[in-house]
């Protein structure tokens, strides 16, 4: 039973994981028109569900990177065995909620947060509430890039900053060779650019990030007793999955797709080529070359960086501060929660703890849905002049705030740091 | 800090590979669209109405073989992206990019 709760919750993880993060692949495309919004979100969507069925490797070791709940086999921990696997169960339970929480958190106010940063989060909350500090895996073994450390906060810094050179660097470039040209091929010639780059990024994200859920899953089978093949995936938790992110990804977090499109800077499409394309690059070198980076950070690095790379484009810089305020609490953010969680399940205890936790997510997700449908963005009004509706999803502006009078509370446009 | 050290050796390694194909290919792509435009010569307007340019095949031929350059560098990462999806990676052993297990 409380098996149960984790899958559905680790599903319903996922969906967050699909919709929070198809701006990175097509915020720019539907910016600068070279898709409508919802064609994009249906390409984006199909090829998340191509690229989770494509990865046929086992990602049951996802949790060793920050948490010491499995061995290097995958296998759980003996100790977290008992009653059925309930101790294993609670902490990746409240993890997972931690992460959800904190996905729908962001969602809510339009910031681009790392969803593998959330779960990573919750994960290590529940983790020290439930198995003390020396339960998180800090620094590593000191072998490889490991740990917290190592693989997230680190990548966190590293990755915006080698996106945005390498998108600033590509339209500079592009605009110094197109200088001149007929818009009429640059306009056809960059659209086919963007919707190629964010193809890539599209089926990048579906490989990667299903799998994590994947691999959660079938750590709370392993656990349960109700699986014990440590090298394969049962095929019902890959096409749960698979079906869960291309959906997410398909439902369009219009909120956070807004922000990166339209909020960061304004684009045009040689720009969102060279973004989407540096985007792409680095994704895929990284993983390539075993850094794996956050597909967010890299997507939104890139698009600043193209707001940079532009002859006259400026950026705004309010927005970006926001993001980068929103990913240096992630981690801890989503970590309150799950532990927060992690003692509530603990103190109630066994099943009733379970459904308790259940509840408080249900509970939290539809308030913040409700909250959303005050102040909806959508696939039609997703691309409107961003500083024409100051009252579009910014954090700690209210539903009812009359156009006027944000106006006069928003920053100015940040036209002038340039 | 071994982290520190491996993480700044992992970061500008995908640095350079950002670099050569996050910005080579579109500027590669860039110059493409720019060799088409000059393929398909330059309509000019004058006092006797509007002239279309001539012509240059070669421009055209150039702009295609660009646009050739930066598919198979797309390919190259879908390769990579289904090799890895299942277990392999890719190897630049030989130069040109191998699939070998991981």
Redesign the interface.
Known sequence: MILALVVVTALAFDFTNGFHDTANAMATSIATKALRPRTAVALSGVLNLIGAFLSVEVALTVTNAVVKIQDKSGAPKAELLAHGGSGLLLIVLAGLVGGIVWNLLTWLVGLPSSSSHALFGGLIGATVAGLGWAGVNWNGDGSKLDGVVGKVLLPAVLSPLIAALVAAGGTWLIFKVTNGIAARFTERGFKWGQIGSASLVSLAHGTNDAQKTMGVITLALIASGDWSDTKNIPLWVKVACALAIALGTYLGGWRIIRTLGKGLTDINPAQGTAAQSGAAAVILASSQLGFALSTTHVATGSVLGSGLGRPGAAVRWAVAGRMVAAWLITLPAAGLIGAAMWWIGHLIGGLAGAVVVFLLLVAASVAMWLRSRTQQVSAENVNDDWDARPDAPVAGHSADTVLAESAVTEPAPVAAAN | M???G??LD??W???V???V???G???L??????S??WG?GEASVNSSGVTAGTRRPLGTALGYLLFAIVVAG?LL??T???A????N??SFEHIYPTIVP?
């Open positions: 071994h982290n520190f491996f993480a992992g970061a390694r995908v640095l590979a950002g670099l194909l996050g910005a290919l579109p500027v792509f860039a110059l493409g669209i720019r088409l435009a398909a797309v990462g879908l990579f992206i289904v890895s999806g299942f277990g990676k890719l991981k």
